[in-house]
């Protein structure tokens, strides 16, 4: 498991620099480029020569991106133009990130906690009520744009009945004590408790939106896989050995079935980020997802590459975790990983 562990991470890190060589020579083709985001409509042909030459933008792409791979083994990503004019990204990137994870956890908590027992209630009930409203409304989940489900929970819940903020994660006059950048963690570690509760209304309705896509994926999935298990012979063989319901289900139907509902959760979890850069921007979220929009708005490269590579790496690494629990859910595929 330790060697599988190592080599998995070697894989990582490769995989994160590979990405990094390409999403910079992919930043640097793009139309204007830092000199035309940095200088505006300032950009006489003189000083964009001066400022090519400052940045090393006139040196072949592989000499630059070296010279970008010392200065980002140092947290040194460059100093935004547009998101935030002025900070550094890795400041963006720390001030932003707790916002994304908070907002993200509890979306994939709630495809979860929703997703798997409905999923396996409708397979237990297969062409019942609830299984064909389960498929609809799932189906439903997947076709519904992430944005349009967004701007709909705004203004149902939040304009028309008032029952949750409209926008950002905290009420503005609240006096709360930061501590993590986790609002409701701070509110919770400092026994503010009307400051956690508030941060955590601010989350509900993004949660909510970023929430729809996972859960029809995990929904489906575990459903298929509950059904698949159903049909195996060692179910029947367990009932007529008289097992109880509860231990069958426990033991034989829901542990076979869960491989591919996790490898489903880690891959929706990695993909996220994809559907936060909509809701944070519908519900002015101040996390990762909303700066990327406005990165690509006003060309902001240096915010962009890093969170982008964050990004990446994240989704890599759920993914790590998702292969190691394999061994935990299935005791088969420890046996055959340790033979190798």
Known sequence: MLRYTVRRLLQLVLVVVALSLLLFAWLRSLPGGPVSALLGERATPALRAQLTAELGLDQPIFVQYFKFLGRAASGDFGVSTGVQPGDSAMEIFLQRFPATLELSVLAIVIAIAVGIP???LAARRRGGILDNLSVVGSLIGVAVPVFFLAFVLKQVFA???GWFPTTGRQEGGLDA????GFFILDGLITRE??????AFKH??????ALSSIPFSVIFRITRASVLDVLDEDFVRTAESKGLTTPVIRRRHVLRNAML???TTIGLQTGALLAGAVLTEKVFAFPGIGQALAIGFERRDYPVLLLLILCAAGV???VNLAVDLSYAVIDPRIRTSGGGR
């Open 177 to 180: 004590t930061r501590v993590t």
């Open 118 to 120: 409905l999923g396996f």
């Open 193 to 198: 408790f009307d400051a956690a509760w508030d």
């Open 315 to 317: 989704f890599v690494l």
């Open 203 to 208: 989350l509900i309705l993004p949660a909510v």
């Open 260 to 262: 591919p509902v996790v």
């Open 159 to 161: 304009v028309e009945l």
